[in-house]
């Protein structure tokens, strides 16, 4: 193969990466076919095979010099934590210990243009294929985050925990999934320059109370009763006028205008 045959080659291999990384961004891994991947890349299936073999391992090659890079920053920053505080750190620290790595990569022009979407995309796609990936490749650092956690938490359950901690970095994967992180970003920093500390931290203060909140206590679940009665009483009745005073937007709560619910 000569240098012109060579690059050519190359050239193939990275656009079938790329297109195999914007399609699985767009719809998931599932949604995506060899067909779509080779269409979007301007392939044949014969550069699949002669590169990769199968769609899976195509993925798992993508999947592989995004997270590989990531994860093993992460791992050593948590090291690095506990040499310093080896009296314990927060539930805050383990948190940014999981964010840092990923917003500093996601200003690496190596890692493509849409990297939080696709670091969004990986830990909520539903596609067994992806779960079983992750939980193959990246369980230890998983483990060493979640015992991080715990002696963070001491109050927890385990159990309690995982299921704090998989609504949290579930919520803020689909939101990264959905979002160019730029429109994440100014929601956050609402209008006002701020710098990349306070931007982390303001996200953490947004997750945080997942980890911490008491959870399902007698008087939250009285307040929740109640309301359940009220829905009921309400639906009986048709609640018409209400409903007609709501759609009004001259009439309608102040809440509602600022939260574009009215228009």
């Not at 949604?31 to 269409?39: D, K, P, V, Y």
């Not at 996601?106 to 493509?112: A, M, P, Q, T």
């Not at 779960?131 to 990246?138: A, D, G, P, S, V």
């Amino acid at each position: 193969m000569n240098k012109t045959q060579r690059t050519g080659s190359g050239d193939t291999r990275k656009r079938l990466l790329e297109a195999t990384e914007w399609l699985f961004i767009e719809g998931g891994y599932d949604a995506m076919s060899l067909r779509h991947i080779t269409a979007r890349a301007g392939a044949n299936l014969a550069a699949v095979n002669y590169h990769f073999g199968s769609k899976e391992a195509l993925m798992q090659e993508l999947l592989s010099q995004r997270l590989d890079p990531l994860n093993r920053d992460r791992l050593h920053l948590l090291s690095a934590c506990e040499r310093q505080h080896p009296e314990g750190l927060g539930a805050a620290a383990v948190l940014g210990m999981l964010f840092i790595p990923a917003f500093r990569l996601n200003r690496d022009e190596s890692c493509g243009p849409a990297y939080m979407r696709l670091l969004g995309r990986v830990y909520s796609d539903p596609s067994l294929f992806i779960r079983n990936y992750l939980q193959q490749h990246y369980r230890p650092i998983s483990g060493r985050f979640f015992e991080a956690f715990s002696r963070a938490l001491p109050a927890l359950s385990r159990q309690d925990l995982g299921l704090r901690l998989h609504f949290a970095l579930k919520a803020l994967s689909g939101m990264l999934a959905g979002e160019d992180m730029r429109v994440l970003v100014t929601s956050i920093n609402q209008g006002t320059t701020i710098t990349d500390a306070e931007l982390l931290a303001r996200l953490i203060s947004l997750l945080s109370p997942i980890l911490t909140a008491p959870f399902g206590t007698p008087a939250q679940v009285k307040v929740i009763e109640q309301l359940l009665q009220l829905d009921g009483s309400t639906a009986r009745s048709g609640g018409a006028a209400d409903t007609a005073q709501v759609s009004d937007e001259s009439t309608a709560p102040q809440w509602i205008k600022e939260g574009g619910l009215a228009s």
